[in-house]
């Protein structure tokens, strides 16, 4: 099967898993903020509007660290952490350097207070909501240490007193922005839950409205599909296909005598033993109540006919009845050629027709119409 070519673009940079290009993804994101802030303040530096010195392990420290979460992301190592994406870790780098740059660039502090929250707001995409208020309290504290570290040193013109109302402020906005970001967080998780449990009950509503409840077999409706399949089919690419009749040999006996939980139990055995005998391109459907429909694609009169008697002559052996021994039951048959450009109701229609003729020569034996 040809490889989608998008989804190959840049393998070289982001692989060929879907979570590890998801991860990478993401990464190139905030790398290139990073980036534009490694820029400017280069350019700042050169025009005198920062001081490059302070300013200039920064941008030799945050490359360093991203070429770090790369080679862990790209060589799947962090498949191993309990946060494969590395979000939780790149948050907190993110925090951590916005805290240095608060202070040692004090010329451009209000740009970085702008910056925390939407670091905050990444946390929603992949981390629980917990984690989400733990970095917006640890974004706090970083800042006030920052804070605390610029007064102490006295770089820039900034007052105490402007710090603590820019602390004070923070304090609010930073847990509140962490608590919408796990708010948005739950959420995400509630939607993939309910998209995970609408698809299991689609899934059950499909396999129900193909499959009997009894036997597991594929039911009426199923297999009407199925035969229209391979009546289209045959009308492309010529060929044979056998339709035969199955009924089992007075059933009715059977639910008179031992009641209809045992006529029950006989059905799903006769359905499982005749799944196991049958080949794998025969398809066996419970066409209604105690009377089955076996479609054989590519199979001929005479080869259906023999694998009908194998099939009954499975069904004779003891042990396929080891756990129903009083159920053993026989069926009748009766299995119809489909023939161009016959249409494959009309071949049901004759293979219903032999069932019947089986039926009055005396059951157990297949009559071909």
């Not at 780098?93 to 916005?98: D, E, G, K, R, V």
């Not at 992949?126 to 804070?147: I, N, S």
């Not at 009924?247 to 799903?268: C, Q, Y």
Request: glycine residues 6%; aromatic residues 8%.
């Amino acid at each position: 099967m040809a490889s989608d070519p998008t989804a190959l673009k840049h393998i070289w940079l982001l692989g060929h898993q879907p979570y590890q290009r998801l991860y990478l993804k993401f990464w190139l994101m905030t790398s290139a903020v990073y980036a534009l802030f490694v820029v400017l303040g280069a350019l700042g530096g050169h025009f005198g509007y920062i001081n490059e010195q302070r300013s200039h392990f920064l941008r030799i420290l945050i490359p360093v660290c991203l070429l770090a979460f790369y080679v862990a992301l790209r060589s799947g190592w962090s498949r191993r952490l309990s946060d494969p994406s590395m979000t939780a870790s790149q948050m907190a780098f993110a925090i951590l350097m916005l805290g240095l740059a608060y202070l040692v660039v004090p010329e451009v502090r209000g740009v970085f207070l702008m910056i925390l929250p939407l670091v905050l707001l990444f946390g929603a995409f992949t981390l629980p909501p917990a984690r989400c208020r733990q970095l917006g309290w640890f974004a706090v504290v970083v800042l006030g240490l920052a804070m605390a570290a610029s007064v102490w040193v006295e770089w820039g013109n900034a007052t105490l007193r402007v710090d603590r109302i820019i602390f004070l402020v923070s304090s609010v906005v930073l847990p509140i922005a962490a608590a919408m970001a796990g708010r948005l967080s739950a959420m995400r998780s509630q939607l993939r839950t309910q998209k995970r449990d609408l698809k299991d009950a689609l899934d059950k509503n499909i396999l129900l409205a193909k499959q009997d409840s009894l036997t597991g077999l594929p039911n009426r409706r199923h297999v009407l599909e199925l035969m229209a399949y391979e009546e289209k089919r045959v009308q492309r690419q010529p060929g044979v296909t056998c339709i035969c009749l199955l009924d089992i040999d007075n059933f009715k006996r059977i639910n008179d005598t031992f009641g209809h939980a045992t006529g029950d139990d006989v059905l799903r055995v006769f359905a499982q033993a005749s799944v196991a005998c049958l080949r794998t391109v025969d398809v066996l459907a419970r066409w209604g109540g105690e009377e089955f429909l076996l479609l054989m694609p590519d199979t001929s009169l005479a080869v259906g006919t023999v694998v009908i008697e194998r099939l009954r002559n499975h069904m004779a052996r003891a042990d396929v009845w080891q756990s129903l021994p009083h159920g053993k039951v026989t069926f009748s048959t009766g299995i119809a050629e489909h023939r161009l450009p016959e249409a494959m109701q009309a071949t049901v229609s004759r293979a219903d027709a032999g069932l019947y003729k089986a039926k009055s020569q005396g059951r157990n034996c297949t009559v071909a119409a």
